[in-house]
């Protein structure tokens, strides 16, 4: 599953090529146009796929952001505050080519869910294997309530303070530490391979309960995440199963993974404990990991 340095990758691919241009039109596979007829809104949450086309046809895209997971393509002017928010799901992946024969992947080429032709000709596709992704047009950030809870973007400034404050209410201090570090509200884009990482490097075991961590340890942990975060970003994201960049290249993250799906740990090579935690597989190593 995509998580924050592979989504900050597609950012950083779509902004140069997409910035400025318009969105003359838009079209939906048959898949999402026969779902949404049977009343499943698949790929196109929100409204119908006639709205989400009257909405967004003729606005510039003036620029993208990323919100922890979320791409947020803003439409028309900053006062407007219109934007369209998109989640990669499992499997999404967006592209912009001249002809859809350019994305060379069949199973990608094969999933193209909406294509929208831009004001230069070429098409900004959105594809999608397996369809948990979506994409909705938002009037305002603040429709869409799920944003406003996210917390802060690990590389602002205080989100380390605003970290430390989330570990320590009630909800999250009695929780196990990766559960509580996983939660978007405490830290934005902190998901299940980048948890494991900083756990790792921190020395601190997924199960320990979060209030147990002295505040100097939560303080190392908080910097590891940013690390392996930044660490991520440089190397691409990594590509564990279906994630492509705009370009369809995979990430390179994958290789410098310590502990995640690892079987044997690489410092003191013990075997791997894998356990569940806050619903995830949690692999982490009982001799490095307190
Ligand atoms: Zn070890």
Redesign the pocket.
Known sequence: MPELPEVEHVKRGLSPKIEGLTIQDVTFSETVIKAHDAGRKAVVKGEGLDSFKYAVENRVISSIDRRSKYLLFRLGEAEEGMLILSHLGMTGAWFVVEELGEILEDRFRNHVHVIFTLSNGQKLVYSDIRRFGEMRFLPSEEAHPPLAEIGPEPFDEDADIRFLAALSIPKFSRKPIKEAIMHHSVIAGCGNIYATEAL?KAGVSPKRRTDRLSLKKKKELFQHIVDVLHEGIAAGGSSISDYRNVNGEAGGMQERLQMYAKSV??????P?KKAVVGGRTSHY?????R
């Open positions: 790792f740990c690489p410092v003191c090579q013990s791997v190593c009982t001799t490095c990991q």
